[in-house]
């Protein structure tokens, strides 16, 4: 059982960057397709983007394209989420999730299924 944890959230103001990591445990995750999700407090969790499991393939919601970028480090067992130009409503609980199966464009959250616990992201205006 491969356990995640996110770790780097926190506050920053409107406009700023934020990178967010996700450190996995155990030799699947170099092949493994990794994704980042949100949640706001009252919404449904949503999708934010998910890279493959050699980082030759990502995509992107439409909410975040062009601002945030995903990668990962498969010698560290790590995937990361940089989060440039950032506005209020980024404010969420951000989760990574691993999947077993192919990459997919624009999966849902339960085509994942391994999870963190979450690191909050909070963008004051």
């Known amino acids: 059982q491969v356990q995640l944890v996110e770790s780097g959230g926190g506050l920053v103001q409107a406009g700023g960057s934020l990178r967010i990591s996700c450190a996995a445990s155990?030799?699947?995750?170099?092949?493994?397709?990794m994704g980042w999700f949100r949640q706001a407090p009252g919404k449904a969790r949503e999708f934010v983007a998910t890279?493959?499991?050699?980082?030759?393939?990502?995509y992107y919601a439409d909410s975040v394209k062009g601002r945030f970028t995903i990668s990962r480090d498969n010698t560290k067992s790590t995937v990361y989420l940089q989060m440039n130009s950032l506005k209020p409503e980024d404010t969420a609980v951000y989760y990574c999730?691993?999947?077993?199966?192919?990459?997919?464009?624009?999966?849902?959250?339960?085509?994942?299924?391994?999870w963190g616990q979450g690191t909050q992201v909070t963008v004051s205006s």
């Open positions: 155990g030799r699947i995750f170099s092949s493994r397709t």
């Open positions: 890279i493959s499991w050699n980082g030759d393939r990502t």
């Open positions: 999730a691993l999947r077993t199966g192919a990459f997919l464009p624009n999966p849902r959250p339960a085509d994942f299924g391994s």
